[in-house]
């Protein structure tokens, strides 16, 4: 089995920060791409966020400059830091990660449970 578990959600004013972490866990044998997206209501998922094995990044124009994403490839950890927070950014965020589990010879998606982020104008 495999899990990731999001924390670090929570109420902020526009104009603050919030810093989101994200822990794979289980029977592992590598983690390839890690990414966060969110989920506003009514809208669809989008991705906010990813970043590759090697420690290369994209990001949502919309998060350009104010988020950063990282990772810890030792604890199969991605991380993501907010700044400059708005009104628009609340929303549901998870965590994804392309995983190979043991016994197995290709990638496959996982997600979190979601973090809700709160942004108060």
């Known amino acids: 089995q495999v899990q990731l578990v999001e924390s670090g959600g929570g109420l902020v004013q526009a104009g603050g920060s919030l810093r989101l972490t994200c822990a794979a866990s289980?029977?592992?044998?590598?983690?390839?791409?890690m990414g966060w997206y969110r989920q506003a209501p009514g809208k669809q998922r989008e991705l906010v966020a990813v970043?590759?094995?090697?420690?290369?990044?994209n990001y949502a124009d919309s998060v350009k400059g104010r988020f950063t994403i990282s990772r810890d490839n030792a604890k199969n950890m991605v991380f993501l830091q907010m700044n400059s927070l708005k009104p628009e950014d609340a929303a549901v965020y998870y965590c994804?990660?392309?995983?190979?589990?043991?016994?197995?010879?290709?990638?496959?998606?996982?997600w979190g449970q979601g973090t809700q982020v709160t942004v108060s104008s």
């Open positions: 994804n990660a392309q995983i190979r589990r043991l016994g197995t010879f290709s990638y496959s998606p996982y």
């Open positions: 970043i590759s094995r090697g420690g290369i990044s």
């Open positions: 289980g029977s592992i044998v590598s983690v390839n791409d």
